[in-house]
C-alpha cells in the first residue's frame, strides 16, 4: 500500500508535540503500508508569515528511508526558480495566504514544474472548493489531487453542481463522513480515489476503513490504496 499524504513532523499545542515520524512509521510497518508521501508539516509562523515549511528535512529523510516519497509544499508567496529532482510531486496549502486553486500564481508554477499537484481542499472555503480545484486541472495537463476531497457536508450536495475533468483525483484524507466518499466513488469509481492519511491530523487506519465503507472489489481495492498513486507518480 501507498498512504499519498503524511506530513514530518508534531503539531504542537501548549508545549505538546502530537504524532510524529517515528511513530507513523510504526503503524504503517504494522498495516502494510510500503510506501508514503512526504510533505512538510505547516506550522502556525508559516501561515502568519507566508513562509513554506521546512522541505529540506523531507529529502533529508527520503536519503534514509527509500519508503519515503518526497513532495515539495509551495506557496505563492515565496516560489522557488527550480526544484530539486528528487521530488516527485508539489502541493498546495491555499490557507497560506488564502490564495485559490486556481489563482494565475498556482497555474503558471504549476505548469512550469510540470508535476503531479496535490492541493488542500475545504468545499467551505471559497479559495479551497471543489469548483477551484476543476478550474485548475482544465488548464494544466498533470493529475491534480484533492486533498481531503472537499472534507465538509457540503461537498456531498456541491458534487453534482461540478464536471471534472479526467485529471482530477480524490484523495481519503480528513473527509467528514463516509457519504461523501461514497458519492465520490458512485460518481467517478475507484480509478479516482487515492489513499491518504494528513497524518498526524489523521492516521492510515482510518483512511482504509472509509475505503472499506465502500465494500469495494480486490481490483479496486488496490487501485485506491496503490496502483492510482503509483502510476501517477511512475513509481514501482
Ligand atoms: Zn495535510
Known sequence: MIDAHVHLGSIPS?????????EYKKIA?????????????GLPNNF????????????READKNNSVIPVYWFNVFDLPKTLDGRYKAIKLHSDIGEVAINDKRVVDFV??????VFVHTNESKKYSDLGTVSSLANKVDVPVIAVHSGSVTKTFFKLDNYTFPKNVYFETSGIQYAVILKKIYKKFGAERIILGSDYPF??????????????????EYKLMTKENISKILNIK
Open 48 to 59: 502568519t508569515d507566508k513562509t513554506t515549511p521546512d522541505n529540506d528535512s523531507v529529502l
Open 29 to 41: 510497518k504494522k498495516i502494510g503500508v510500503e510506501k508514503y508521501c512526504v510533505v512538510p508539516i
Open 202 to 219: 489523521g492516521d492510515p487506519r482510518v483512511s482504509l476503513a472509509m475505503i472499506e465503507t465502500l465494500d469495494p472489489s480486490e481490483k
Open 111 to 116: 505548469k512550469k514544474i510540470n508535476l503531479p
Open 14 to 22: 501548549k508545549g505538546e508535540k502530537w504524532g510524529n515520524f517515528e
